[in-house]
């Protein structure tokens, strides 16, 4: 799709701006529907070598440039398995009018393509485009992957005088400077984009002295939070660097995209043709996406809230899809009240106690919330009566539960994990807080047992035949005393273990490492079950659903995967990151997931269909935590940079940054009931934020929906509840127990 | 990759320079062109960068702040570049500089692996690594602990806990008072210790080492003290540690009390409280540590051979365990240790002194320990019979008669019977598959038959005398009050005094202590009433002993009594609220001879001060006393064996030990005598027979030649020879060997002063003599320094204690004042008197001559030739030999005491330590004062009590406590 809005503009702008809005509302709405309509929740996965691409309207023309690519290379079987799948026509591909057809059927790009000409030269350069906006099979066989560099890198083969660069450069700098003060913050994020692609282009021609002037000159006038990519840039002065290295891989296969509004935009563009820049127009065609909005220009603290990610900001109409953010309908469950409860509740007072109890249940269980997703949207896994049992007690323990506030803060119990040796690099807590485990760099995966009951293994196949199957103790019986201990280590991978997530059952763990697998692990008889084998690269991080069964990786290799236990194969992949998948999480519905990436996006990714339905800019670092509040209506995400974001899911509006932390931050943690929200960092430092505060202060109105303009207040100092330091142990993992109780985890450096 | 590193700092990078790039080139034999090797090492920089980028993110993921050789060979690896191996270590590589070529290189040193092989500092494997938990933040509010602490088992010792732990064993080891208290202070109360719990433990374990030594044993258990008192250390297995450096202390004839000035004894108790208070605490950590404890109390006490202070150990042990511990292992043990005790408490002779003081100790100890075991076994006893213990009639007369003693203070006596009670079921319910599963409890009339025999009516003043009780009727309410207490009356308090033997034991229990804190767990803030509760106990019994001692001593002392004489007695600290009771022996001697310190220890004198008891005491109690030579005092017990001959035997030694010595040291100057008079007689006999030969055939061929003329000639030619005029002359009436001159070359020789005037003539005389000197002077000087010994309690302890007790001069300072005022006596006692009387004698000398005739003498340089009374008779000469030769021992003796006194000073002593170490200075019989100079208002006490059996922690004792004990103590007193 944005080779196709590129071309666009290429041809006609005028009309792309006309057209550009009334795009947004209906193309995409429709894309979705008809996404729903063809894949059915239960369908089978998209295949492997399938590349979903970030945003639906994009999905036909890639399809379309998919198929004609693999009839070219004459593997019809993939062609005919991969149209079947798509639910395309059979003849979509043999007309040159069925494409604008099929794409019109798709809703997208509509009146563009007929415009746009030469059809095959557009294939092209969607072939181009997309195989180079699938990274992952770029560096899964290095080897293939040098045609279609290529392909990306010939784009910088027009040339004008490399002397001429940096005069181009500074005349535009210098017609920025002059513009009125209200454009010259949104002009201003032509430079980094701009300064980036010329600076490619003369080293891509061999300039080297010129491109190092270029860069000495121009590199200081960038914004602060590009350095780390500029540092990047800076060690590149060969074109036989620029093959294989990811970052400028980024640059060139995905368009930069800038929110500019229509003012700015013009005296940009007037600018430009009057004094005849085609250098500077050609870089903008080419490789920038620039999103045009009415109204006002946005001022510069606002622009840069929302930049900073490796390509822009995120398009408008990549966060208007509909997403179901609320809970899922909680299965009914009989509530034995225990005699013992009644009386502890005749003894406190009736009224308190019951209220709460009622408010949580009973509007769950009466009316569905409009938000939420159809209870079958997804197919979930039955209740088994352990389940059942582990709700009541769930329900029991949350009716002891402590209402935090800011007069009201959590008591904070540490885990320091000694002798780790550094070596401790995940933890994870099971919901009922029971166990602990953790991931080490030694490639093992330790799980402690937090209360009295120490862990057993279940007996042998020989020693359970001996059990008499009928007594009501089995449960009890089938387990071996002998091995009782506090600890277990799991021995299986092969690499530093990053990523460790306990089944909600808390029957399986899951770890992931770097050796590129994912192992899952009975805590029954403590053994690994299966290695599921896919991302080939290390994988950072995975995490069970909520409701079990399926769980999320993402890693090295730039995708997301969602798997089911039971299949080895993932069943969906999630695409679209330009860089490592850092962190994963599960939405509390199941139907959803986020990814934070090292590209400084987040995406939240449709678990039904695949799509991505949110991308989150404003990151100056790469994620590296990220927390859904309780009622599935928020994300916090951390970075590196130490700050953490709030985002509305709904809204896809960011709502809040809470700056304080010095270092990464790698967990937060919404509290049980959604007051607090706790960060930990690589700083030793536990934060508590006032999440209810930072939630209600926001009145979304309908323009700032509609634009995605957001203003933020700095009130992180208002927030911020309190600060506990610890001694030399960074926080890890944070975690609150059924009754608010915060449990903070990590391995102490002396 | 220390220097990739930096690059993420700074917006320069690090170049290869082409230059090394050409170095690199031509070591792999390769020639490059300028422009080639340029172009690659812009090629390398380039790689090397961008495999650091990507390594950077395995750092990231693997949350750690520091790049790892690891995480950059990942990187390698996952870009298909082969990995770099060898350098996994965590340290970054030392980057060395060469300067003349301004070259750089990682350091990379040779290893011995032979050597590292056979190293024996071998690095500990890593720890396990685990999980511990720890509350932070209390909501959110109050933190339970300082922000950022780490929970302990952290298996390496950070810089900081080294640095503390560098600290608290100096201050604890210093010289200090005040640090060492506050080092103590901190051991109980610091929560973050736990890591060095195994060097304090190791530390502590050094007790054997400094055996010699008191106060670093006095310091060394109170570290243990305080790491017992620690609520946050889990002790673990190294209780066993800890319980056998405490036993050391109670058990094994320490080297320091080889010397009879060292307060050993107020150590032993100290171990022995500290002892119980570990077991009751923390008994349970380690199984069958009681059995433990009681089989190796009573090896030792079963063991004759061990020294008596051994034997004291092992019953105030056995006492601190509970009166249980007594029935089973030192009642039934006792018949056979009795008669070892009576033969050492009945020899009255001198040289027995020492061990008989020793001697009283023990018996003081077991006559406590038994009363206590009386008491609580009538205790248990009327407690299991009247079945419950509120509605007791006894029980109530008990707590009535209690309040009688102490009005205002109602401590509820069921504690008392209630853990007795617990006590007794514990040690019943575990005393099975024990070692002592035979032993059956001895009824408590029989009991105290059997005990009545062995103490008379010393027991007896304890419990009541009536002659019902054998009988005993379980509780009449007198005899339960006189159980519980003294005699309430202060008419039968005189009563009792005049009965009681020469030494009474007050015990005084603090009931909630005593019983085991598994049943009766105790208070948990023993300040607020715990340690009233214990002082109001103390109260009673110490007004009783005031009393007593105010009636026995009438007018002896009465200012004194003002004197408080608990605060010693007390072992209770208000942090910790565990079993600790507080007992004193108040034994004493009749009035005699008690303001000195170690009373016992004084008696060098001839009167044995036993032998102002009134005999029946014992006499009537003890048909047969085991007296030296005759240990058939057991004739009529069957269970006298050889074995017990054989141990009396060796008690008797050791018991006589210093009366043998001088014996010895007798007989063996009296044998030299002998051997150079029978050797050197014959002789000189034969030389004088020759000589008188030659002179009377002389005279027969010269019949013109006058006898005395000849004899004058001869007189002035040896004069001239000898400068002896009488020489010639008692040649012929004197015999150089006789028995005084023998006697006198014997004890010139032996002191190493030397004269040769006197020299053996004969082969056989010489050969002895060599013989006998080898022998002889390591013993004089042996002997010389126990008398010394002897003297030094008399010459110095008791007028320093004086000095600090009338003068109200701190120790240090007295004992200051004390050696000068000694240096100065002795200086004008043993140079200038002798001198004078030098000059009285031999009118011919100077001044000046005399003194260094006394010098030369003292100084034991010896010069011949230079005897007094030359003009004197023969008879005179003899007895001014005999003078000089006693003259010369005792200046001996006076100095070597002088130099004890002098080294006794603190400030001496401090200067020594300097020199010789802090931890191995020889501090012979050093004052435990040194550390209690401030507190010399406790002292009056020692002239009270002949021997104190408990003796506070030292530095332990707040004045509050003081004043309040005070004000507590000053009621019964007049109640009484």
Redesign the interface.
């Known amino acids: 799709m944005a080779a196709v809005q590129g071309g666009l503009v290429d041809a006609d702008e005028e009309k792309d701006i006309k057209t550009e809005p009334s795009n947004d509302g209906c193309g995409n709405n429709n894309a979705n529907d008809g996404r729903l309509l063809s894949a059915s929740p239960g369908s089978s996965a998209p295949t492997g070598t399938n590349k979903t691409p970030a945003a639906a309207p994009e999905d036909q023309q890639t399809l379309l440039a998919v198929l004609q690519f693999l009839k070219k290379n004459k593997l019809t079987e993939s062609v005919e398995i991969l149209r079947r799948e798509a639910g395309l026509p059979e003849d979509s591909l043999d007309l040159k009018g069925g494409d604008s057809s099929a794409a019109g059927s798709g809703g997208a790009a509509s009146g563009g393509d007929s415009e746009a000409g030469d059809a095959s030269s557009l294939l092209s350069r969607v072939t181009g485009s997309s195989s180079a906006g699938a990274p992952p099979t770029t560096k899964a066989a290095?080897g293939e992957d040098q045609p279609d560099v290529n392909v990306v890198l010939s784009a910088y083969s027009q040339q004008g005088d490399p002397a001429l660069y940096g005069v181009y450069y500074s005349g535009l700098k210098k017609f920025i400077e002059s513009v009125l003060d209200c454009h010259r913050a949104e002009l201003s994020q032509v430079f980094y984009p701009l300064f980036v692609h010329m600076y490619l282009e003369l080293v891509y021609n061999n300039h080297e002295n010129e491109a190092k002037a270029f860069f000495e000159k121009f590199s200081g006038d960038q914004e602060c939070y590009y350095e780390e990519d500029l540092?990047?840039l800076?060690?590149?002065?060969?074109k036989?660097?620029m093959r294989g290295?990811e970052t400028l891989l980024d640059f060139r296969t995905s368009k930069f995209v800038l929110r500019i509004s229509r003012d700015s935009y013009q005296l940009l563009k007037r600018h430009l043709q009057e004094r005849q820049n085609n250098q500077i127009w050609n870089i903008i065609q080419e490789h920038l996406y620039i999103d045009i909005f009415d109204g006002m220009p946005r001022s510069k603290s606002q622009i840069d809230a929302m930049s900073g990610s490796l390509a822009g900001e995120a398009k408008r109409e990549a966060n208007k899809a509909k997403v179901y953010y609320g809970l899922l309908k909680e299965p009914e469950i009989e509530l034995p009240l225990d005699d013992e409860d009644e009386e502890a509740e005749n003894e406190e007072g009736k009224p308190k106690k019951k209220k709460p109890k009622k408010d949580s249940m009973g509007s769950k269980s009466k009316k569905q919330d409009p938000n939420a997703p159809s209870q079958t949207r997804i197919p979930l896994p039955e209740l088994k009566d352990s389940d059942k049992l582990d709700k009541i007690m769930y329900m029991k323990e949350a009716t002891k539960r402590i209402r935090l506030g800011p007069d009201?803060?959590?008591?904070?119990?540490?885990?320091?994990?000694?002798?780790?040796?550094?070596?401790?690099?995940a933890v994870d807590f099971t919901d009922d807080s029971s166990l602990?485990a953790?991931g080490?760099?030694d490639s093992t995966v330790?799980v402690?047992s937090?209360t009295p009951k120490k862990l057993r293994k279940v007996k042998s196949a020989a020693d359970l035949n001996l059990i008499d199957k009928e007594s009501d103790d089995v449960l009890e019986r089938i387990m071996d005393e002998k091995t009782a201990s506090e600890?277990k280590i799991l021995y299986g991978h092969s690499?530093?273990v990053?990523g460790i997530s306990f089944s909600p059952d808390r029957n399986y763990l899951l770890s992931s490492s770097?050796d590129g697998t994912i192992r899952l692990w009975s805590l029954q008889t403590f053994t690994c079950l299966v290695g599921y084998k896919g991302h080939n690269?290390?994988v950072?991080d995975t995490q069970f659903s909520p409701h079990g069964y399926y769980f999320i990786s993402g890693g090295?290799d730039r995708v997301a995967r969602l798997w089911a236990t039971d299949h080895y194969q993932p069943l969906r992949i999630f695409s679209g990151h330009l860089a490592?998948v850092?962190c994963t999480r599960f939405h509390p519905n199941s139907n959803y997931v986020v990814t934070g990436s090292?590209d400084r996006t987040i995406r939240l990714w449709d678990v039904l269909n695949g799509n991505c339905v949110r991308i989150f800019t404003g990151h100056k670092g790469?994620i590296?935590a990220l927390a859904f509040s309780p009622n599935g209506k928020f994300l916090a995400s951390g970075a590196?940079d130490g700050r953490v974001l709030l985002w509305d899911i709904g809204h896809g509006l960011m709502v809040g940054e809470l700056k304080g932390h010095t270092d990464?931050i790698?967990s937060l943690r919404f509290s049980r009931d959604g007051e607090i929200l706790a960060s930990g960092s690589?700083d030793?430092t536990v934060r508590?934020w006032d999440a209810t505060k930072a939630f209600d202060d926001l009145e979304t109105d309908d323009f700032t929906a509609a634009t995605g303009h957001i203003h933020l207040q700095d009130n992180s100092q208002e927030l911020l509840?309190?600060t506990?330091?610890?001694?030399?142990?960074?926080v890890?993992h944070l975690h609150f127990t059924r009754r608010n109780l915060l449990l903070?985890?990590g391995a102490?450096n002396? | 990759v220390a220097v990739r590193m930096a690059d993420r700092e700074e917006r320069r990078f690090a170049e290869v320079s082409r230059e090394s790039v050409r170095l690199m080139a031509e070591s792999a034999g390769v020639e490059l062109g300028d422009d080639v090797a340029a172009l690659l090492a812009e090629d390398v920089c380039y790689r090397l960068r961008e495999a650091t980028q990507s390594s950077s993110q395995f750092m990231r993921h693997a949350k750690r702040r520091k790049l790892t050789v690891e995480d950059f060979n990942r990187a390698l690896r996952w870009s298909n570049v082969e990995a770099i191996c060898g350098y996994g270590a965590q340290d970054a590589l030392p980057f060395r500089s060469v300067k003349e070529g301004e070259f750089f290189f990682i350091e990379d040193r040779d290893i011995n692996l032979v050597e590292l092989a056979l190293a024996t500092n071998i690095p500990k494997g890593c720890a396990e690594t685990m999980v511990r938990v720890n509350v932070s933040y209390l909501d959110g509010k109050g933190n339970l602990e300082p922000q950022g602490t780490v929970p302990t088992a952290v298996q390496s010792l950070s810089d900081d806990l080294l640095k503390y732990y560098q600290q608290i064993t100096r201050a604890i080891l210093g010289e200090d008072p005040h640090l060492m208290k506050v080092a103590l202070l901190d051991l109980q109360s610091n929560s973050k210790i736990a890591a060095l719990l195994p060097y304090f433990v190791y530390v502590i374990s050094g007790v054997k080492s400094v055996s010699h030594d008191l106060e670093q044993l006095n310091r060394l258990l109170h570290m243990v003290k305080s790491l017992v008192q620690n609520p946050y250390l889990y002790l673990g297995s190294y209780v066993r540690s800890l319980v056998s450096s405490v036993m050391y202390c109670i058990l094994e004839p320490l080297a320091a009390s080889i010397n009879p000035l060292n307060d050993h004894w107020t150590l032993r108790d100290y171990a022995a409280l500290l002892l119980s208070h570990i077991f009751w605490t923390h008994g349970d950590l380690v199984s069958g540590l009681y059995h433990q404890i009681l089989l190796s109390l009573q090896k030792v006490l079963s063991d004759p051979v061990r020294p008596l202070c051994s034997h004291y150990g092992a019953v105030v042990g056995l006492h601190a365990l509970g009166w249980k511990a007594v029935e089973r292992v030192l009642f039934p043990h006792l018949p056979a240790y009795w008669a070892n005790l009576q033969a050492v408490l009945d020899d009255y002779s001198v040289s027995n002194a020492q061990v008989k003081a020793d001697g009283h100790k023990v018996y003081g100890a077991i006559l406590v320990a038994v009363e206590r075991l009386l008491k609580m076994k009538a205790l248990s006893l009327s407690q299991s019979a009247e079945g419950g213990s509120s509605g007791q009639p006894g029980s109530l007369v008990g707590a009535m008669g209690y309040r009688v003693s102490s009005p205002g203070l109602s401590p509820p006596p069921e504690p008392l019977s209630e853990a007795a009670l617990g006590i007794a079921s514990h040690l019943q319910a575990g005393g099975a598959g024990c070692p002592w599963e035979e032993w059956t409890p001895v009824s408590l009339p029989a009991m105290y038959c059997e005990l009545y025999s062995f103490f008379g009516d010393s027991l007896a003043v304890r419990f009541s005398t009536g002659p019902g009780f054998g009988s005993y009727p379980p509780c009449t309410p007198a005899q339960l009050g006189d159980a519980r207490k003294e005699p309430p009356g202060p008419a039968s308090n005189l009563d009792t005094t005049r009965k009681m033997p020469q030494l009474t034991a007050n015990l005084n229990i603090s009931p909630r202590q005593d019983g085991s804190p598994r049943t009766d767990p105790p208070p948990p803030s023993l300040a607020a009433t715990g340690s009233g509760r214990s002082l109001a106990r103390s109260s009673s019994s110490s007004s009783m002993q005031r009393s007593r001692s105010s009636s026995s001593r009438s007018g002896q002392r009465s200012a004194g009594l003002s004197r408080d004489v608990f605060p010693k007695a007390r072992f209770t600290s208000p942090q910790t609220g565990p079993p600790a009771f507080s007992f004193l022996i108040g034994g004493r001697q009749m009035g005699r001879r008690c303001q000195g310190r170690r009373p016992f220890q004084t008696t060098f004198a001839p009167t044995p001060p036993l032998s102002t008891i009134p005999p029946r005491a014992y006499a009537h109690k003890l048909p047969v006393i085991g007296r030296v030579g005759k240990p058939c005092a057991d004739k009529k017990r069957s269970e006298a064996t050889m074995a017990q001959l054989v141990s009396s035997v060796a008690l008797f030694c050791q018991v006589n030990a210093f009366a043998c010595l001088v014996l010895c040291y007798v007989l063996f100057i009296v044998l030299g005598g002998v051997v150079f008079t029978a050797v050197e007689k014959p002789v000189e006999t034969e030389l004088r027979a020759e000589v008188e030969e030659l002179h009377r055939s002389f005279l027969q061929e010269n019949p013109c030649v006058q006898e005395s003329r000849l004899s004058e000639l001869l007189g002035k030619a040896l004069s001239a020879h000898h400068a002896d005029v009488a020489v010639l002359k008692a040649e012929a009436d004197e015999a150089h060997y006789d028995f005084t001159s023998s006697l006198y070359f014997v004890i010139v020789t032996l002191t190493t002063m030397g004269s040769d005037s006197y020299t053996p003539k004969s082969d056989e005389a010489k050969l002895f003599c060599i013989f006998y000197c080898t022998l002889g002077i390591p013993l004089t000087l042996f002997l010389l320094t126990l008398l010394s010994n002897v003297f030094l309690p008399v010459v110095t302890h008791a007028p320093v204690h004086h000095l600090c007790t009338y003068w109200g001069l701190p120790y240090t300072r007295a004992a200051l004042v004390h050696s000068c005022l000694l240096s100065v006596l002795v200086v004008s006692l043993l140079f200038v008197l002798p001198t004078l009387l030098v000059c009285v004698v031999e009118p011919g000398w100077s001044f000046l001559d005399a003194l260094f005739f006394c010098f030369v003498i003292l100084s034991t340089v010896g010069q011949g030739g230079n005897s007094l009374g030359r003009t004197w008779s023969p008879t005179a000469r003899e007895t001014l030999k005999l003078l000089t030769t006693f003259y010369l021992l005792l200046g001996l003796v006076v100095i070597i005491t002088l130099k004890d006194t002098v080294l006794q000073v603190p400030r001496v002593c401090a200067l020594l330590r300097l020199f010789s170490g802090p931890q191995y200075a020889e501090l012979e019989g050093i004052h435990l004062n040194e550390l209690t100079e401030d507190h010399c208002e406790e002292e009056p006490q020692y002239s009270q009590s002949v021997c104190t059996v408990s003796s506070i922690p030292l530095e332990l004792m707040r004045p509050s406590d003081v004043d309040l004990h005070r004000a507590r103590t000053s009621t019964p007193t007049e109640t009484t």
């Open positions: 290095p540092r990047i800076s060690s590149l002065t060969k036989e660097h290295n009201n803060l959590p008591s904070i119990c540490f885990y320091t994990f000694l002798n780790a040796y550094q070596g401790l690099t602990i953790g080490f760099a330790r402690w937090v600890s690499g530093p990053y770097e690269y290390p950072w090295h490592d850092t090292s790469p590296h590196t990464t790698y690589m030793n508590l509840l309190g506990y330091l610890s001694k030399s142990t960074p890890v903070a985890a102490y002396p």
